[in-house]
């Protein structure tokens, strides 16, 4: 168990939906990592916060977004969901203002249909 | 990801062997590079990481080699246990830029 917990584990949404995603850091970890892995694309880093603020950007979709709150939670939300938007979103943490050693979560798994 | 990536998809290995996992990259300009498992339905997790002005690093039963001349990486698993079984990545980052960039992966199967 890396301490990292992520909301829900599962959800079956429609195209065109929005959903939000929710992870828990580990104690302690101020850096909070958002990824996403898919059989076409594999693992791609979307975004990470530091301490409540946006710190590097992948990849990440307009029609993405994330926030990191004061109790160092992260949400990432997406919108208007589209077929390709099915995936894993792992969540991941570490201490400081980033580390190579990650802390990842369990995964939520995203099916749009 | 577009830059590091995997030489085989697969590997078995019997157990109590040695595993060698491959790993070719494409930017020179990497300033880490690091090795992550993940094993069926769970996160990744991090094994080692070496930094690109060192050509070894070892850890517990993992050894991770690093050939700058021609851009490849290894991790090596000394006695191969079935707890070893999973899909290992190879990723890169560069220096104070936690993003990481991650290859395809290749899955180790443990045989009894």
């Known amino acids: 168990d890396s301490g990292v917990t992520q909301t829900p584990k599962h959800l079956i949404t429609a195209t065109g939906q929005r959903v939000t995603l929710r992870c828990s850091p580990r104690?302690?970890?101020?850096?909070v990592y958002w990824y996403q892995q898919s059989l076409d694309q594999g693992l791609q880093f979307l975004i990470q916060?530091?301490?409540?603020?946006?710190?590097a950007k992948g990849n990440i979709l307009e029609r993405f977004s994330a926030q990191q709150f004061p109790d160092l939670h992260s949400e990432l939300n997406l919108s208007s969901l589209e077929l390709g938007d099915s995936a894993l979103y792992f969540c991941a943490s570490s201490p400081g203002l980033g580390g190579y050693e990650q802390y990842f979560g369990p995964g939520t798994r995203l099916t749009v249909t | 990801g577009e830059s590091v990536g995997l030489h085989l998809p697969t590997l078995s290995v019997q157990e109590g062997d040695n595993s060698i996992i491959n790993c070719a990259y494409s930017n020179s300009a990497s300033d880490y590079f690091i090795w992550y498992k993940q094993e069926s339905g769970k996160g990744p997790q991090f094994i080692i990481d070496?930094?690109?002005?060192?050509d070894k690093r070892q850890g517990q039963r993992v050894t991770v080699l690093l050939n700058k001349t021609v851009k490849h990486l290894s991790l090596q698993i000394a006695a191969t246990q079935p707890g070893d079984s999973a899909v290992y990545f190879c990723a890169e980052a560069f220096r104070f830029d936690y993003k990481l960039s991650f290859g395809a992966g290749t899955t180790v199967t443990v045989r009894a």
């Open positions: 070496i930094r690109s002005n060192m």
């Open positions: 916060y530091y301490n409540g603020e946006e710190r």
């Open positions: 104690s302690g970890d101020l850096s």
